[in-house]
């Protein structure tokens, strides 16, 4: 989805302290937040609009006051594990980098230094790099020093989230498109397995694939910009893998364990307990409580495309519903691939209650269409009940996001999918002294126009079914920058045309005046009375459009100068031929004829323009 270029110098949502430094009080970004995506299916909550798009300002308030820390070296930014010793000293692992490098661009049109925090992001990503090109998974807080023992190594859910970051960075403000491409070349060679599925890290083995990394709405965006690698093949392996699994294992659950073994094979399977982490990791752990969210992600924005996302989505909502009774909080962080809620960590600790197991959720209700669930789990992202730090508090904040209709890909209209073609030609066609006039062409494409949007900045100010627009209401001698997007029928929205500029005739001070001659209230029957036209435009005029309330007051038969028009509501006297002219600051008086009605009094005109060379 693309919107126009607009200036934001709105002061909410500013950086840290420390960073107030390098803060720019201007910043150019081409999909401001809130974005309000039409997504291809499912439902959104009962909440107004307005109140989503407040909630996840609120939200992204706390969690950058909390979480996003200008440290390292100078320029630089992470988003630290606060509460989860995740790293040590507090530090960043390149899941917190990758949330928070989605979380930035996404937020820009609120948050005025978004840029130079997504830069400082991507700059510590930059400097702390393993031996392939990605990131080192986990660093220490006070040194900045890889933190983990042994050869430095990646994490491929950091790694799938940096390199979106990067392709939201170049759609929001442009100049990525060389970092971004270099990523994703790196990573497909360091993450993607030889059969196209991905591997847990980028030095592990070709046979694992841990499923919270299954991001699919991350892999279509790869797929529709970089065309030098193959990443359908890799979305078709995954898919593949995640269909037999749960074929298998989970057939009317849709769930997922936190590891896969055999990957690279037809009969891929639950990993052992411990097998990677000290948790049950041939269950719904930490690591895949997480899949529901991006599963649903992928099927809000791609509908039909994501049938494969949509079905198990729709299946692990219908699970977790019936196994919390349809009280967010009380899914449970551990679950059996049977639904069946699994009470503790894996080390014989109890373990009932997690913020993020009831949030994830959140997403694939929507797509499901299960309007009591989606609002259920909206509510309940409002609190924190179990006053979870980092790791909850992020995944809400992501959450929250696509839950408000806020969430947009970088590669596709809103909704996702080819969507229509953006409009081509788009010209101004005319201008009066308080209106502009458009038209453009309908371009060829598989999803066809069936409405516009004129665009002015971020606001919508016509939505005609045609290749024609008027704008009207406008001050006389004001410029106005318009661009145009094509509607299809399923809602999506293409790409921007234009932009483009008019300016309306007349100046400061500038328009016309026109006053009426009334008859005297005496009675119902045929009167003749007067408009004087007077021109104060500035400017000669060689066309005009005077409209009255007519509002039951009266009916009018005939005008000389002028052709008559009527609705339920006004009439209109027109005339655009050459008789038309009046010389600036001239005048032009229309003779008109009409019925009366007694007791009933006609106003000032409601609308007025003239036409100027």
């Known amino acids: ?115 130079a925090e997504f830069d400082g992001l991507w700059n510590l990503v930059s400097t702390h ?53 270099d990523w994703l070349a790196k990573f497909y060679a360091a993450d993607v397995a030889p059969d196209g599925h991905l591997k847990a890290e980028d030095d592990g083995d070709n046979n694992v694939t841990r499923p919270s990394d299954h991001m699919y709405d991350h892999l279509r965006a790869f797929a529709a910009y970089d065309k030098a690698h193959d990443w359908n093949k890799v979305i078709t392996r995954t898919e593949a893998v995640d269909t037999a699994f749960s074929a298998k294992y989970s057939p009317t659950t849709g769930l997922l364990s936190d590891f896969v073994l055999g990957a690279d094979t037809g009969g891929p399977s639950p990993a052992p307990a411990k097998y990677r982490e000290n948790q049950p990791d041939n269950i719904v752990g930490y690591n895949s409580i997480r899949v529901p969210w991006h599963l649903g992600t992928d099927a809000l924005l791609n509908g039909s495309t994501a049938a494969v996302e949509l079905s198990l989505a729709t299946k692990e909502s219908a699970c977790l519903k019936a196994q919390s009774g349809g009280v967010p909080t009380k899914v449970y962080p551990h679950t059996n691939l049977d639904c069946t809620p699994h009470p503790t960590d894996g080390s014989g600790h109890s373990d009932t209650q997690a913020e993020e197991a009831g949030d994830s959720i959140g997403p694939a209700a929507m797509a499901a269409g299960d309007q009591a669930w989606t609002d259920a789990i909206w509510n309940e992202l409002a609190t924190n009940p179990f006053g979870d730090p980092y790791y909850g508090e992020t995944i809400k904040m992501l959450v929250y996001i696509v839950m408000a209709g806020d969430y947009w890909s970088p590669t596709g ?154 609705s339920a509501h006004h009439w209109t006297l027109t005339n655009t031929a050459a008789d038309a002219t009046i010389a600036a600051g001239g005048t032009l008086i229309v003779t008109f004829n009409g019925t009366y009605t007694k007791g009933k009094q006609y106003v000032a005109p409601t609308n007025v323009t003239l036409r100027t060379t």
């Open 1 to 115: 989805m693309a919107l126009a270029l607009i200036t934001v110098t709105a002061t909410a949502g500013v950086g840290p302290a420390d960073a107030a430094a390098s803060r720019s009080p201007f910043e150019t970004v081409n999909h401001p937040f809130p974005a309000h995506v039409t997504y291809a299916t499912g439902v959104l909550p009962s909440a107004s609009q307005a109140a989503r798009d407040t909630a996840v300002e609120r939200q992204y308030d706390s969690w950058k006051a909390t979480y996003l820390v200008a440290g390292c070296a100078a320029g630089q930014y992470y988003v630290s594990t606060k509460g989860d010793d995740d790293a040590p000293n507090n530090g960043p692992v390149s899941e917190s980098q990758g949330y928070g490098m989605n979380i930035v661009p996404l937020m820009a049109g609120y948050d005025v230094n978004a840029k």
């Open 129 to 181: 790099r393993d031996g392939q090109g990605m990131m080192q998974w986990q660093l220490d807080g006070k040194t900045c020093k890889y933190a983990d023992s042994g050869t430095p190594d990646s994490a491929t859910d950091g790694d799938l989230d940096i390199g979106y970051g990067l392709l939201l960075a170049d759609k929001q403000w442009g100049g990525y498109s060389a970092a971004a491409t």
């Open 413 to 566: 209209p809103p909704g996702g999918g080819t969507g229509p073609a953006a409009p081509a030609a788009l010209s101004v066609t005319g201008t009066t002294n308080s209106s502009i006039s458009l038209s453009w062409t309908e371009q060829d494409n598989t999803d066809p126009a069936v409405s516009y949007k004129v665009y002015e900045g971020s606001a919508v100010v016509a939505t005609p079914t045609g290749t024609t627009a008027t704008i009207s209401g406008l001050s006389a001698g004001t410029s106005h920058t318009y661009t145009v997007t094509a509607v299809d029928a399923a809602g999506l929205e293409s790409p921007h045309s234009g932009p483009v500029t008019g300016t309306t005739g007349g100046g400061t001070g500038g328009g016309t005046t026109v006053t009426v001659t009334k008859t005297a209230d005496t009675g119902t029957g045929i009167y003749t009375d007067q408009a004087v036209i007077t021109n104060n435009s500035g400017a000669d005029v060689h066309g005009w459009n005077v409209q009255f309330d007519l509002s039951g007051r009266m009916t009018v038969t005939s005008a000389a100068n002028a052709v008559v028009t009527s």
